[in-house]
């Protein structure tokens, strides 16, 4: 798999606005879109001037960096919203959201969705009472998602519990801090997701 060894945060400064690909970090002063709020590199402060087909693809990078998921895979949502009864955009969306590592982040047992893919890729989660170690397995609504007993006194995780107020608890998610588990109650409304994706303009960049 593809591996990314340079900073996220300059992902941020390139779309502009907060990815919160970092944890805590993104949330204080030390963030690099507060302190920098233009794209990185010589021309970044620059006022370039968009094409259609870059405004869309830009919205596309955005949420692709997001959900930390490569061009193939997510390529691939793309191909399955469009596939499902509905709204192709809000599908995307709702498989995006379905995936485990953003189960995992969305219940506060990792400070990003990185993180949380990790703690998925060493084993440490389990949905239904079983061991799952692929971050792109899809949850759905009555799975029940924990930390592995094994795994409840890792630093990283009771660190995040404690801070996960600061983003907040979906209501789609029920969480039982102290026992290290959290169910899937329901899948997200489109009201429920961040309304600064615009997801239409990802379906439009892949109907070209």
């Not at 620059?46 to 930390?68: A, S």
């Not at 009864?85 to 990003?112: C, I, P, Q, Y």
């Not at 893919?117 to 899809?138: C, E, M």
Request: charge should be positive; proline fraction near 4%; charged fraction near 30%.
């Amino acid at each position: 798999m593809a591996r990314y060894r340079d900073s996220v945060c300059r992902f941020c400064r390139r779309e502009t606005t907060k990815l919160f690909l970092k944890g805590d970090r993104c949330f204080s002063d030390k963030c690099s879109v507060e302190r920098r709020n233009y794209p990185p590199g010589q021309h970044g402060q620059g006022r370039p001037k968009y094409t259609d087909y870059g405004i869309q693809l830009r919205e596309k990078q955005k949420v692709r960096r997001i959900y930390g998921v490569l061009e193939k895979q997510f390529r691939k949502y793309v191909h399955l919203a469009e596939q499902k009864k509905g709204v192709t955009g809000e599908n995307l969306l709702l498989l995006l959201e379905s995936r485990l590592d953003n189960m995992v982040f969305r219940m506060g047992f990792a400070a990003s969705r990185a993180e949380a893919r990790q703690l998925v890729n060493h084993g440490h989660i389990q949905v239904n009472g079983r061991k799952v170690s692929i971050p792109s397995f899809l949850t759905k609504p009555g799975n029940a998602v924990e930390v592995r007993e094994g795994s409840r006194s890792i630093a990283a995780i009771e660190e995040s519990l404690k801070t996960v107020s600061r983003r907040g608890m979906p209501e789609w998610l029920e969480v039982d801090a102290e026992n290290f588990k959290g169910v899937v109650k329901a899948l997200p409304t489109r009201e429920e997701l961040p309304p600064t994706i615009k997801e239409q303009l990802i379906v439009e960049f892949y109907s070209k």
